[in-house]
């Protein structure tokens, strides 16, 4: 699998909230930099994070509206659209910058608008706050 249909079938596995899916693609040591956020270390943690978000199973849709590749670094520009557990619409832009170390992901920066999240999401976010 080349790392444009990688980072394809990790996003949809984030859609989908298939985290056993997700976990295949992890580094045991992987590094998820939200930025403005504190970093979340280690394979666990980074499932632990989505598995607590709080949008509701099956509404979750993400639109890669640009995917970039280069080497074994990759950048995916799109849109999350969701529904939160309390019955908000959710609709986030993001960029994920994406660096793999043996075909998994090494570690991951995602640039979203936190400030956005913490409103919409009640301040139940994903993160952890600095």
């Not at 970093?39 to 970039?68: M, Q, R, Y």
């Not at 590749?69 to 959710?90: Q, W």
């Not at 993001?94 to 640039?111: A, G, R």
Request: a negative charge; one cysteine or more.
């Amino acid at each position: 699998m080349n790392y444009y249909q990688l980072v394809t079938a990790i996003n949809k596995a984030f859609e989908k909230n298939d985290l056993e899916l997700l976990a295949t693609h992890l580094h045991n040591d992987v590094t998820w930099q939200i930025i403005g956020s504190k970093p979340i270390h280690g394979k666990d943690d980074f499932l632990k994070c989505c598995s607590e978000a709080p949008l509701k199973n099956n509404s979750v849709k993400i639109t890669i509206n640009t995917l970039l590749v280069d080497g074994a670094k990759a950048a995916a520009e799109g849109i999350i659209e969701a529904e939160t557990l309390k019955g908000k619409a959710y609709r986030q832009y993001f960029c994920d910058i994406y660096y793999f170390e043996d075909d998994l992901i090494k570690t991951m920066s995602s640039y979203i608008d936190t400030a956005y999240d913490r409103e919409v999401l009640d301040g139940s976010a994903i993160y952890q706050n600095n």
